[in-house]
């Protein structure tokens, strides 16, 4: 029924409408004043100018987020380790980066970062779902170390079996905080060791889901909770999952950067944005970015149907005529030109506090999307295409060579032990990644060869597309339960655990290589890719290549056996 007056909103609309409720509401305050005036009544004068003056500080109180100010970072004896600002975007793309050749000029920010650093353009994940692979990259462990395998994680699991960055950090006089919205809630249930967290809390929760209520009422609800008090009385409606802070998550991670560098010890800040996450609802102006103004579907301000669980869940298995791909594409770039923008200004404000001469630098993400590629859209549900996967892994700085675009194959475990190096510290533990310094560090340094691991992430529902004879599993509904009534953590049955592992698809990318292993009732099925001529992971030349895909079925095969 409001169809129409959705389609009528615009900005420009909307604030002509709030002028003009706000100058109504002043006239018609002025009026009542001048009557009581007029009327002699002082008490009900002052009862109204003392009513008005309270809402109005209430108001200013919550909603006035002034702009942080720089402050000039402390001085810092020479020797004494980088700072380290990590900004993350959950589900970006690597191909979107203009310096990486999208057709759309996207990133200018982020591609001038590359420019006076070092992008790998050829990252990988080793999950592409958010616990397991911010888990691995905050670790540089794979996931077999650290216990983590999806993103339905038992309370007794969230305690991780090894020390994380920030931890490690810590006995060089580190400060640790991490920023997020709804995306970053494994950042609070999973034992990452930071000192300060200011995230949402537990997603897969189900009383954290029943909290939120009826879905039309908590959309409603959320648009008068973007506030302090709203984040402190009603978390569950401020993070609103598929609402996205990126404003905020930005103005917010500047007040703690001019907090942060009126300090002297080093810290370790690490902000991570839901902003390229599905339903891509990026504020205005950015969901006007690239799309067509001519569009009036129902994915004109965010892709449609994804508002509560069980449509998720259906969604996941609709296939391509379901979904208005051009528009949520667009949607999408829109969303990564608005993350791109925030990392400007907190560049902008890193500067203002003299902080850049010593702040190591790293852009990364949990995992890419697909849309449609291979027959599914998502992240984790094919090993076989490069959106899901790979990520861009950005590093810029003190000690960092201005290389630009590296080819080479690296992934997020080797995140860790690149940046203790880069702060002139040792692991304290054992990890599963390899420095990449000396490479960042010196122009004439080769990159490291390295083996790429990549494992599916667990179904929501069966995807779109998958081959006949496919090892599955029941549909998710069927597969969580509740172990501990009392947290209302949301976890795999023990008896479907091994049963999800075992259907996993895996990949192994090597150079120009890429085979991935589909598990079949018939047994596993493999599938060779040479990306040099075939990037899009089209046309399996398994048959044509024998050797190199026993070689690196034996590498995966090895590769796999430790996590089982």
């Known amino acids: ?86 900004l993350g975007s959950d589900t970006l793309r690597a191909d979107r980066l203009g310096i990486l050749g999208y057709r759309r000029a996207l990133t200018p920010n982020l591609d001038r970062l590359a420019s006076m650093g070092t992008l790998f353009g ?13 888990a691995s990259l905050f670790t540089g462990t794979w996931p077999q170390r650290h216990g983590i395998r999806d993103n339905f994680v038992p309370d007794a699991e969230a305690r991780l079996r090894v020390q994380a960055l920030a931890a490690q950090l810590r006995p060089a006089g580190y400060r640790s905080v991490v920023l997020s919205d709804w995306c970053g809630a494994d950042f609070g249930k999973l034992d990452l060791g930071f000192d300060q967290a200011e995230v949402a809390p537990d997603q897969w929760n189900l009383r954290y889901l029943i909290r939120q209520g009826p879905k039309d009422l908590r959309l409603l609800v959320s648009l008068f909770c973007q506030h302090a008090l709203g984040r402190r009385l009603l978390p569950e409606i401020h993070y609103l999952g598929g609402v996205p802070m990126t404003t905020a998550i930005g103005r917010r991670a500047r ?5 942060l560098a009126a300090q002297a010890a080093p810290f370790l800040l690490n902000v991570f944005f839901s902003t390229t996450h599905p339903p891509f609802a990026s504020e205005w102006p950015w969901y006007t970015h690239v799309a067509r103004p001519e569009y009036q579907g129902e994915s004109k301000f965010a892709m449609a149907k994804l508002t509560d669980p069980f449509e998720i869940i259906r969604r996941q298995g609709a296939p391509r005529e379901e979904f208005d791909l051009g528009q949520i594409e667009d949607l999408y770039d829109g969303c990564v030109a608005h993350f791109d923008h925030e990392v ?62 590296s080819e080479a194959v690296v992934r997020s475990v080797d995140v860790v032990p690149t940046l203790l190096d880069l702060a002139g510290l040792s692991s304290a533990e054992a990890v599963d990644g390899v420095s990449l310094a000396p490479f960042l560090q ?53 008896e479907f655990q091994a049963q999800v592992v075992a259907a996993k698809d895996r990949m192994v990318r090597r150079g120009r290589w890429k085979l991935v292993l589909q598990p079949m009732i018939s047994g596993l099925r493999p599938l060779l890719y040479d990306l040099e001529q075939d990037p899009g992971c089209l046309k399996d030349v398994s048959a044509r290549h024998p050797a190199i895909t026993a070689e690196l079925t034996k590498v995966l095969n090895d590769w796999w056996a430790r996590e089982c």
């Open 122 to 134: 050829n990252c990988y994940v080793p999950c592409a779902r958010t616990a397991p692979s911010l």
């Open 1 to 86: 029924h409001l169809h129409g007056l959705w389609h009528w909103m615009t900005p420009r609309r909307l604030t002509f409408m709030t002028w003009l409720a706000g100058g109504f509401s002043l006239a018609l305050f002025g009026l009542a004043s001048r009557t009581l005036v007029a009327s002699g009544e002082w008490r009900s004068l002052a009862s109204v100018w003392s009513l008005v003056a309270a809402y109005s500080g209430l108001f200013v109180l919550l909603r006035w987020e002034p702009e942080a100010r720089p402050r000039q970072a402390r001085a810092r004896p020479t020797g004494t380790p980088p700072h380290i600002l990590m």
């Open 255 to 259: 007040h703690l950067m001019s907090e």
């Open 344 to 405: 400007g200004l907190l560049l902008k404000h890193l500067e203002a506090c003299n902080l850049h001469r010593n702040t190591l630098i790293v852009v990364y993400s949990d995992h890419g999307m697909e849309f449609f590629e291979h027959d599914t859209w998502g992240q984790g549900n094919s090993a076989v295409g490069e959106a899901s996967p790979r990520i861009p892994l950005l590093f810029a700085g003190p000690g960092v060579a201005a290389r630009g675009v």
């Open 442 to 494: 010196q122009a004439a340094e080769a990159p490291p060869t390295l083996d790429a691991f990549n494992e599916t992430g667990l179904w929501l529902t069966r995807p779109p597309g998958q081959v006949d004879g496919h090892l599955h599993y029941p549909e998710l509904l069927e597969l969580l339960a509740v172990p501990d009534r009392a947290t209302g953590t949301l976890a795999i049955k023990p």
